[in-house]
Nanobody, 120 residues
């Protein structure tokens, strides 16, 4: 069984910073932490940042230059440094990982999310 736990969310003023963390545990064949998503109230979950298979970061335009994604492979951890936050960054942030129990079948796995609220 795999468990993803996000932390680091909170309430911050416009222009502030937060650093989200995602720790992943589980005794399975493969765990690859790979992306952060955001879900604002009434909206679908959308990609914010990901790490491509090449290892390069992929940051969506709306947060480019403000957000940085990083990963600690040894610890199965994923991070999202968020600077110069804006009210439109508000939402629940979810960590996403690709997991496999047998090396043949891979699944998207999600955490429970952490709330980020940016006040104007």
């Amino acid at each position: 069984q795999v468990q993803l736990v996000e932390s680091g969310g909170g309430l911050v003023q416009t222009g502030g910073s937060l650093n989200l963390s995602c720790t992943i545990s589980g005794d399975i064949f493969s765990i690859t932490p790979r992306a952060w998503y955001r879900q604002a109230p009434g909206n679908q979950r959308v990609l914010v940042a990901s790490i491509l298979s090449s290892g390069s970061p992929n940051i969506v335009d709306s947060v480019k230059g403000r957000f940085t994604i990083s990963r600690d492979n040894a610890k199965n951890a994923l991070f999202l440094q968020m600077n110069s936050l804006k009210p439109e960054d508000t939402g629940v942030y979810y960590c996403n990982a690709l997991t496999s129990a047998d090396g043949s079948h891979y699944y998207d796995t999600w955490g429970q999310g952490t709330q980020v609220t940016v006040s104007s």
